[in-house]
């Protein structure tokens, strides 16, 4: 009797390899391409705004340049926008015609690769693709163990390199917070320079408080890159430029900063950064109007200074709560204000950025989370090229975490996750595996071939994120998210930044300027 039933028995679909050859291709690195998810995915299926909604921005924001202008510029900005065709008026704006802002839009940077000191990280901006990273000028830092906040320091800065140069879904480093620890500005830009370049080899953003302290820090930059010619080929770092004072003012010393940022070949982020109801109008829409003109006239700005000159346009409207006075970014106004301004970055076929994944909640709990996600997927679902402020920041962009930060790599993961989308074609329908399965087959898709095949490609798994079951886990000793981000990030920093410059670099660079951190 048993060995008839055995010889009856259907065969099960022969699987290649054991349990131990399965985990070792398992535990073996996929190539970029095999990969789940990865920097530079496609966005874009997500667009809040009809294209009739679309041109009515557009319009809307040319009639602003052209009948408001902008208040406040340079004398050398005001030289370069007039001699590019820009009036300026008896009330000392000056005032764009459609026509110009067509003809620099016609000649601006589209298909912008930004260099990194590893080109293994280089972000690709053109289309729709996705790129999440840090940003902020955040002035206090997240003491999670404390349940409290201090003053960020130069330390604190060079800490949130170290750990974004490990965290695979954290794409590029903008300085997140303040160095609130050297007192002279100009020591404070060269020190916040050498704390990002010795801490991560992926592109840094940074901003400049004075327009004379450019120079100084091209200088760092030019020996870091190996000469000036280096960084002009790859310039790793960007300058982070607020070149305007929303409502519609520019910026003067800004500007100035900006046109030396451009002689020295350094890429330039045009924000913006108006406040919904304060400083933009309340509607969403309205704030999204004022944020596209004024970086549209950023944009002739640019190009009429060097034509194709590599340039992000960097709507950053922010949202207000005004029973309070105090911003929303971790809200759904936000979340819509950021993939609106995505929609009108790919609208002009401009490598786009824009603010999402900040909380506004003090800590990395429940209400941050929820923030975060929010505007993360938002953005990356509506192609933003760039998402600033992705991971790390609480308080309303007052306080940065970073273990906020290495807890944001899986969060960012699963909203990656959600940019790539799902495929359709014969292999991912499975008919085959399903009549395989349910006709002769084991019942169930557990262990097939195809199953083991997919599991790495298909799926994201958190490397913090917790699934276990409640038995398993009170039986590993009740693990704690907050605790193990707390372990990873000493286990980060307790190891040599793979960033440090070697000996010889560091040594001349210390000998021209006054770094703060330990050798």
Not at 192 to 206: D, E, L, P, S
Not at 225 to 234: C, K, N, T, V, Y
Not at 469 to 479: G, I, L, T, Y
Request: glycine share 10%.
């Amino acid at each position: 009797m048993t060995d008839q039933a055995t010889s009856t028995r259907p065969a099960r679909p022969a699987r290649s390899g054991g349990r131990a050859a399965r985990h070792a291709a398992r535990a073996t690195p996929l190539s970029d391409d095999m990969r789940p998810i990865r920097p530079g995915m496609p966005g874009g299926m997500y667009k809040p705004m009809s294209d009739a909604d679309v041109l009515k921005i557009h319009d809307a924001a040319l009639t602003a340049l052209e009948t408001i202008g902008l208040a406040d510029a340079p004398q050398s900005g005001i030289d370069i926008l007039t001699g590019a065709g820009a009036i300026l008026g008896d009330d000392g704006r000056i005032r764009f015609p459609r026509s110009l802002v067509e003809d620099m839009l016609a000649i601006a940077c589209k298909d912008l690769k930004l260099a990194a000191r590893d080109p293994r990280y280089d972000l690709d901006l053109s289309g729709t693709r996705v790129h999440y990273g840090t940003a902020g000028a955040a002035v206090n830092m997240v003491d999670v163990e404390g349940n409290d906040y201090r003053e960020s320091t130069l330390q604190d800065l060079h800490d949130a390199a170290r750990i974004t140069d490990t965290l695979d879904n954290v794409h590029f480093l903008q300085r997140p917070m303040v160095a609130r620890d050297i007192l002279d500005n100009l020591e404070m830009d060269l020190n916040t320079v050498y704390a990002c370049t010795a801490g991560t080899t992926k592109h840094i953003g940074t901003s400049f408080s004075d327009p004379s302290f450019v120079p100084d820090c091209l200088e760092m930059l030019y020996m870091i890159a190996g000469g000036e010619d280096a960084f002009r080929a790859r310039p790793f770092v960007s300058n982070s430029n607020c070149f305007v004072v929303p409502p519609m003012k520019f910026a003067t010393e800004s500007c100035e900063t900006m046109e030396h940022c451009i002689r020295g070949g350094m890429p330039v982020l045009l924000l913006s950064a108006g406040m919904s109801g304060a400083t933009a109008p309340s509607t969403t829409a309205g704030a999204i109007v004022q944020a596209v003109a004024e970086c549209l006239a950023g944009v002739v700005y640019v190009n009429a200074m060097a034509p194709g000159h590599p340039a992000i346009f960097g709507t950053w409207p922010f949202g207000l709560d005004l029973r309070t006075g105090a911003m929303t970014v971790g809200s759904g106004e936000q979340a819509l204000l950021t993939a609106g301004c995505a929609q009108m970055h790919a609208f002009y076929g401009l490598p786009g950025g824009a603010a999402g994944g900040a909380a506004d909640s003090k800590m990395p709990d429940m209400q941050a989370g929820w923030e975060q996600m929010c505007s993360n997927v938002m953005a990356g679902l509506a192609g933003c090229n760039m998402v600033y402020e992705a991971a790390g920041m609480h308080a309303s962009l007052l306080g940065f975490c970073h273990e906020s930060l290495i807890l944001g790599d899986d969060l960012i993961g699963q909203a990656q996750r959600c940019v790539r989308g799902i495929e359709v074609d014969d292999e991912t329908m499975a008919l085959d595996q399903m009549r395989e399965v349910c006709m002769g087959g084991p019942g169930h898709y557990l262990g097939t071939d195809r199953t083991l095949s997919h599991m790495e490609r298909d799926c994201v798994y958190p490397t913090l994120g917790n699934r276990m079951s409640p038995k398993e886990w009170a039986e590993n000793d009740r693990p704690n998210l907050v605790q193990s981000a707390i372990a990873k990030k000493e286990a980060i920093l307790a190891t040599r930044s793979a960033a440090r410059f070697n000996p010889e670099l560091d040594a001349a660079i210390r000998s021209r300027f006054n770094i703060h951190l330990p050798a």
